[in-house]
């Protein structure tokens, strides 16, 4: 899955980038973005399930 993550990174950061007009020297905060939303979208194994702490109480 981590595959599917990379390429999707790229191609948004590409898009972020397109839809900035493309600027230069900019492509670490792009990349930056695109992970962020990443980090939105997908459930992370560092972050605890929330069910699994109520349960645990």
Do not use: I, V
């Not at 981590?2 to 990349?31: F, K, S, V």
């Not at 990443?38 to 069910?51: F, M, T, V, W, Y």
């Amino acid at each position: 899955m981590e595959d599917d993550w990379t390429r999707w990174l790229h191609e948004r950061a590409y898009a972020l980038w397109e839809g900035d007009n493309r600027p230069d020297g900019r492509h670490d905060e792009h990349w930056r973005q695109a992970e962020e939303e990443l980090k939105q979208r997908a459930p992370s194994a560092e972050q605890p399930d929330k069910s699994e702490k109520k349960n645990s109480g």
